[in-house]
Nanobody, 122 residues
Framework: VQLQASGGGLVQAGDSLRLSCAGS????????MGWFRQAPGKEREIVVS????????YYVDSVKGRFTISRDNANNRMYLQMDNMSPEDTAIYYC????????????????WGQGTLVTVSS
């Protein structure tokens, strides 16, 4: 499955942004999916993941209560709603897919989108 992330941009602290991930080539329905981010000089980290049905989600502590992941299997898309953003959220955001049940682990993801840059100014 090919993935393409979009929706990044420059926002101010406290603002909201919604990222989209479009799947193509194959349906995303069979895959667990996740959003990752990589800040300058840091390793890529998981932000949030969602199982294939959308019933189960995993959020890293730093985004709990601010970010919401969702998926629309019928339209082959996944979303990340980011609210009350802070400069610490500045990073390139990637969407990814895995067939592994260990979908909270970065190493289990085999399909990656190209990333979209999110910049949050103070």
């Amino acid at each position: 499955v090919q993935l393409q992330a979009s929706g990044g941009g420059l926002v101010q602290a406290g603002d909201s942004l919604r990222l989209s991930c479009a799947g193509s080539g194959r349906a995303i329905r069979p895959y667990h999916m996740g959003w990752f981010r990589q800040a300058p000089g840091k390793e890529r980290e998981i932000v949030v993941s969602i199982n294939r049905s959308g019933a189960s989600r995993y959020y890293v502590d730093s985004v709990k209560g601010r970010f919401t992941i969702s998926r629309d299997n019928a339209n082959n898309r996944m979303y990340l709603q980011m609210d009350n953003m802070s400069p610490e959220d500045t990073a390139i955001y990637y969407c990814a897919a895995t067939s592994s049940v260990l979908y909270s682990s970065r190493d289990q993801y085999m399909y990656w989108g190209q990333g979209t840059l999110v910049t949050v100014s103070s």
